[in-house]
């Protein structure tokens, strides 16, 4: 195999219409990168193909630190040639549709790809459009989002910027990249507004659809303390349907003894967690969970993350059916398990790799303080190092806003292993 990046499609040249891969990967973000880089790294002869149609690779943990003020949007984003595995192929396209009776797949143009094995994870799309209103009003008059690098820039510009009255942060009723970014930049908010002499007249409220701030005991009880601590107000039972940027109001669809009803929470600055779901293409292909709460993910058994009902599919990451929290840390404990299962698969040997749910959130609770909050399936607070997870901590505010980063780029990305789990590729 060749030690550099090959490619095709990306030039003038005619491309064929059938390609032929062992080993197809779809997408090019955290989870298709790191799986493929640890693929090859256990052997170099592997016929590796990577289908991604971005020319650019974006490290989106560092986002709420964007809008935050406290890093770069340039120091995210790299190109995506320069991120994929030596000895990889890049396919520059689109995947459209999926054909596992065939084991193919069809990209938006036209081509078809044919393997042995695939890999699906295409990452997790955001439904800007399932918020009345939003995708109009983002992006100015204090309507912000950091799950858009177009957007995190903006948040930090209407931080630094506000003069008080409402700034609402919101959480979605649907699975979401990172459980914990929703907060994370409402806490900086809060200091930013407290250093700039607004928080005595700012009303700072969170309004999630949950009947709790967070899903995992243990770091739910001490966020409830820290928003205590803070004055900010929580409004469960609180799901954002609708923006009105002309009498700037949002509207929240909420559950009282009277039933179902609307409200609407005047705003002057409001920072949006859209609602997420699988990819529209994996949804309507036969790699989809067809019932159940988990319909529309990438069927998989969450252990061995092999396909339920093609054993040369597999899938990790976000557009999988793995019941985690979805954090780029996950991704790094998957990897290694669909890594091994599918070369056991390959050899007809017995599948030997077991992921258990490990998930990472370092939840920011102000600038120079993390809560690195660790757990797996069975929601039990966990730690990568000799302390309570549980309790803020200026070193694990180095470890997110330094160390991550560094390890996400230079080994995650390159398929090493490293030992700290939490070290892991960290959230959104």
Known sequence: MSNSPISEGQTSQP???????????VGGGAAGITVAAQLLERDRTLDVAIIEPSDKHYYQPAWSLVGGGAYRLEDT???????????????????QTFEPEQNRVVTQDGR??????????????????KIEGLQDAIGKDGVTSNYSKDYAPYTWEVLKNFQGGNAIFTFPATPIKCAGAPQKIMYLADDTFRSNGVRDRTNVIYCTPGAKIFAIPGYCESLEKIVDRRNIEVKYQHN???IRPQTKEAIFETTTEA????????????????????????????????????????????????????????SLGDASSLPNSKTAAAIRRQAPALVENLLSVKASRELGGKYGGYACCPLVTGYGRTIMAE??????????????????????????????????????????????????????
């Open 259 to 314: 039933g179902v009803e609307e409200i609407a929470v005047p705003y002057d600055m409001i920072h949006v967690t859209p609602p997420m779901s699988a990819p529209d293409f994996i949804k309507n292909s036969p790699l989809a969970v067809q019932e159940g709460p988990s319909k529309g993910w990438v069927d998989v058994d969450k252990y061995t993350t092999q396909h339920n009902v093609y054993p040369n599919v597999f």
């Open 375 to 428: 757990f797996d399936y069975d929601k039990v607070p966990k730690s990568s190092f000799p302390f309570d997870p549980t309790q803020e901590r200026y070193s694990m505010w180095l470890v997110k806003r330094y160390v991550l980063p560094w390890l996400y780029w230079n080994r995650m990305l390159k398929g090493k292993p490293f030992e700290a789990d939490a070290l892991a590729g960290g959230d959104r």
């Open 15 to 25: 491309v064929a219409n059938t390609l032929r891969h062992a080993i197809v990967v």
């Open 240 to 242: 954002l349907k609708a």
């Open 112 to 129: 078809r790809i044919e393997y042995d094995y695939l890999i699906v994870c295409p990452g997790i799309q955001i439904d800007w459009d």
């Open 77 to 95: 984003i790299r190109d995506e040639k320069d991120c994929i595995p030596p000895g990889a192929t890049w396919i520059k396209a689109a995947a």
